[in-house]
């Protein structure tokens, strides 16, 4: 009788276990994001813009939003205005980031894409990007990675190795 309580409570214990898996993966997504090892050109927490929402207080000094549908997957926006200059804007999108240099002017912009991996694939669009508008760009995207790896809140149980796994099987 005690081995099959023992081996009923284990089985709860453990399926328990399981299910806690993916939600603490999806709610500290951008923590594991933010920690994970990544090269220089690498901005990990781009992608999961898409379908994980984003905090205002992760990112002080900038606005966020979900641009998504009602029902429909989230979809992060990260926005600064006079990042440079009055009346200029920066935009951070799940595939890229856009520095407009007059807001009026939304057709006059500089779009940095950014691929599905969170990586910079060296195509912009336009073809001669201004070194000053490259420079902010990747500029505030340091910064804003930087900002979100300095207020997200540490998980209680820390699971970054197998978001590592499973970003580089989702990501590739």
Same mark, same amino acid.
């Given at each position: 009788?005690? @081995? ?5 409570? !284990?089985?709860? *214990? ?5 299910? #806690?898996? &993916? ?6 997504? +951008?923590? +594991? ?6 090269? !220089? ?11 994980? +929402?984003? &905090? $205002?207080?992760?990112? &002080? ?9 009602? #029902? ?10 006079? *990042? ?6 920066? #935009? ?8 407009? &240099?007059?807001?009026? %002017? +939304? ?8 691929? $599905? ?17 490259? @420079? ?7 910064? *804003?990675?930087? $900002?979100?790896?300095? %207020?997200?809140? @540490? ?12 970003? @580089?099987?989702?990501? #590739?």
């Amino acid at each position: 009788m005690k @081995k099959v309580i023992i081996t009923i409570i !284990s089985v709860v *214990v453990g399926l328990f276990m399981l299910i #806690r898996i &993916p939600i603490n993966l999806r709610s500290n997504a +951008y923590y +594991y994001a933010t920690h994970m090892p990544h090269n !220089s050109k690498q901005y990990p927490f781009v992608p999961i813009l898409l379908g994980h +929402y984003l &905090p $205002e207080n992760y990112v &002080p000094g900038y606005q966020t939003k979900n641009y998504g549908a009602t #029902r429909g997957p989230i979809m992060m926006e990260i926005d600064k205005k006079s *990042v440079k200059v009055d009346g200029d804007v920066l #935009r951070i999108s799940e595939h890229f980031i856009t520095y407009i &240099p007059k807001e009026s %002017n +939304y057709y006059n912009r500089y779009t940095i894409f950014i691929t $599905e991996a969170g990586s910079y694939d060296g195509y912009a669009k336009g073809k001669n990007i201004p070194f000053y508008s490259k @420079k902010i760009t990747f500029h505030h995207l340091n910064k *804003v990675q930087n $900002e979100i790896k300095q %207020n997200t809140p @540490k998980p209680k149980v820390n699971l970054q190795w197998i978001w590592n796994v499973w970003f @580089k099987i989702h990501y #590739r």
